[in-house]
């Protein structure tokens, strides 16, 4: 069964600076999508990021990055230029054909410290 | 473009009372849609999920039901609520049969507080 793991339950990163946050799987697919959602204090999931399984290249969206490394089942996201409205509730999440159904990690909170 | 719905936003309920949690798409036909509950400081549970009207497949059984009357629109229901039915619930969509299935675009959610 496919799994996911966010082994970062807290992180904190200061204004201006880049974190990084983690998250490892574990299936036997080959194709699959792999994503970051963000949760606010609001509580509504937010789309941050989107990574095909057959692209070699890391998918980007403004100041989120994402480092891709499907041999070593690895999905990290990279925020650059933090500000205080990137604190939130992190989650990865991984979509292949085998189940048609996101799973996800039990999220990383981040703090923001001005 | 597409927007999801959700009400009521805030909802408090006794034990054994009735629950009904409305959930509706805009701008996109046959769409799968998906219900979540998120406990406290929790990962979310997929509850159940449509891939067309009248067609409903439960991932957890409880004492919920889920309904699909019209498209557009999903429902969340309970005869009797229990106090762990508290919790956040999320509707979710993504693109029918014939697109990309796999992203899933989440509404603002219902906040359930069972007394």
């Known amino acids: 069964a496919q799994t996911v793991t966010q082994s970062q339950p807290e992180m904190s990163v200061q204004e201006a600076e880049t974190v990084t946050l983690s998250c490892t799987y574990d299936t036997s697919e080959s194709d699959y999508y792999l994503f970051w959602y963000k949760q606010p204090p609001s509580r509504q999931m937010i789309l941050v990021i989107r990574?095909?399984?057959?692209?070699?290249q890391n998918a980007t969206e403004n100041r989120f990055s994402v480092n891709f490394q499907k041999a070593a089942k690895s999905f990290s996201l990279k925020i650059s230029d933090s500000q205080l409205g990137d604190a939130a509730m992190y989650f990865c999440?991984?979509?292949?054909?085998?189940?048609?159904?996101?799973?996800f990690g039990t999220g990383t909170l981040l703090a923001v410290q001005p | 473009s597409q927007t999801i719905h959700q009400w009521p936003a805030t909802l408090v309920q006794p034990v054994g009372s009735p629950l009904s949690l409305e959930c509706t798409v805009e701008g996109t036909s046959n769409p799968n849609l998906y219900w979540y509950r998120q406990a406290a400081g929790r990962g979310l549970q997929l509850l159940f999920y449509?891939?067309?009207?009248?067609?409903i497949s439960s991932e957890v059984p409880q004492n919920l039901s889920a309904s699909r009357p019209q498209d557009r629109q999903f429902i969340l229901s309970s005869k009797k609520l229990l106090l762990s039915d508290s919790g956040f619930y999320l509707c979710a969509w993504s693109v029918g049969a014939g697109g990309h299935t796999d992203t899933q675009y989440f509404g603002p959610g219902t906040r359930l507080t069972v007394l």
């Open positions: 999440a991984y979509y292949g054909g085998a189940t048609n159904k996101l799973i």
């Open positions: 449509s891939v067309g009207i009248g067609q």
């Open positions: 990574q095909e399984a057959y692209k070699q």
